[in-house]
């Protein structure tokens, strides 16, 4: 793990399969770290001061011209602002193309028996609820460490994570961000590697703030 220079303001461990959410100010670094290998780590970004605000996977695949999220990768509002910048990384390769996992989504694609299954869209409109959002504020995502290749024909597939243990990714915060995190607990298919596992969160103060 690359040092910083001083000693982050929050350092937590965050449960295989639970929810986390935390207020980023400017220039904050949020450093996830995915302990165990091949986790996906579902995450959405609000601006602050009006959640209306929020992350928009569309408007920062178009502005970056890429279908991978990576370091330098502006993560862009829907009103075009940058939230957020991705300023290290250790895997090389994120989703935010797949969106999150739901009960609804997992009745469709493995069955009814999975329908009571615990799903990252639960995790943010659980966490959201805090902070007064509703399940309409729940918007397409950003997967950390997630491999959802895009074949040549368009189709999208999730397939094992190349993410090792103690791989991670850095965001600096642009604006005062909400971010909102869903420790995946998909167990259908690889993105946990069927195994969902815990991660780590720490935040770094704005060395010039
Ligand atoms: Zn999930």
Known sequence: ?????????????????????????RGEVLRIIDQDGQQ??????????????RYSAQDTLLAQGSAY?????????????????????T????????????????????????????????????????YGLQKRDIVANVNFFMNVPVRPDGELAIVDGVSGPGSY????AEM??????????????PCNGFNPTPIRMLVWANPDG
């Not at 780590?41 to 959640?51: E, G, K």
């Not at 990714?169 to 600096?172: I, L, S």
């Open 1 to 25: 793990m690359s040092a910083r220079p001083n000693a982050p303001r929050l350092d937590e461990v965050l449960p295989a399969r639970a929810a986390w959410s935390a207020i980023l100010r």
């Open 40 to 53: 996906a780590v579902d995450t959405l970004f609000y601006n602050a001061a009006d959640t209306a605000e």
């Open 69 to 89: 999220v990576a370091t330098g990768t502006r993560l862009l509002s829907n009103e075009g602002r940058v939230l957020a910048t991705v300023v290290g990384d």
């Open 91 to 130: 895997c090389g390769l994120h989703d935010t193309s797949a969106g999150a996992c739901s009960c609804e989504a997992n009745t469709v694609r493995f069955g009814h028996h999975t329908r009571f299954m615990h799903a990252c869209r639960e995790n943010f409109v659980l966490e959201g609820m805090r």
């Open 169 to 172: 990714v850095e965001v600096r």
């Open 176 to 189: 005062d961000v909400l971010v909102l995190v869903s420790n995946c607990p998909q167990v259908n298919n």
